[in-house]
């Protein structure tokens, strides 16, 4: 992959947790010195669980601002906001329910619509907020699965194909599911894209998307440059570094 990427590798999920929290408040921090509000959006998964109760306790959730940020997630499974597989759920469960951000900035995905509906529905949200102004979050923060998908973009994936919507459902048959997804031009528009990543079982195809060759229909994550890996070091075992 051309090496439009930073990469921090520390030690293990906990420091992945607290040295993402840290350089996120810092990013807000500084955006806010400057601008009135400021766009984070959220990735789903495991991985970030950890982070983002991190940035509700003490000193992280006080060094923060929240009522000038505006919360919107990198995708969604269709299921309701309550259900146990909501990303919406976790994040509200780990992070959104202990620190004071307006329900008004609070743009969740709804998965319990149908999901060209839903992927339509996400589409004007995000056009309600930006205006007239050409989409552009501050910061996405992103995970990558182990076959090398990220958001709800995975290999070989109708998605991949979309260059002008910003969101789209996405049909994955390897988990047989649809997702509502945004896409490879609103995350390449972010001011910011930082990855999470985390555990031997993403090693390899770690290894694959940062060193090996550029083939972003199998590795999607490949797609979205340029980007911040943040990951321990069981996940970057076997990185040349
Ligand atoms: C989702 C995520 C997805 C996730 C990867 C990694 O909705 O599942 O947005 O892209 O980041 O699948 O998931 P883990 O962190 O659980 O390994």
Known sequence: MPKKYRLEVVEDPDE????????????????????EHFSLVLSGGSTPQAL????????????????RLHIF???ERCVPPDHPQSNYRMACQALLDHVPVPPEHIHRIRGELLPEEAAQAYAQELAQFFGE???QFDLVLLGMGADGHTASLFPHSAALKETHKWVAE???SSQTSWRITLTIP??????????????ADKANTLQRVLEGP????????????PAVWLVDAAAASRLSL
């Open 73 to 75: 997630w990198g995708d």
């Open 170 to 172: 996405n049909y994955t």
């Open 133 to 135: 102004r050409q989409p």
């Open 186 to 199: 609103a995350l390449n528009a972010a001011r910011q894209v930082a990855f999470l990543v985390s555990g």
């Open 214 to 225: 550029y083939q972003p229909d199998e590795l999607p994550a490949q797609f979205i440059q």
């Open 16 to 35: 992945l947790a607290l040295a993402a929290a840290q350089w996120i408040v810092q990013t807000i921090q500084a955006h806010l010195q400057v601008a």
């Open 52 to 67: 983002y109760r991190q940035l509700a306790r003490f000193p992280y959730a006080a060094e923060v601002d929240w009522a």
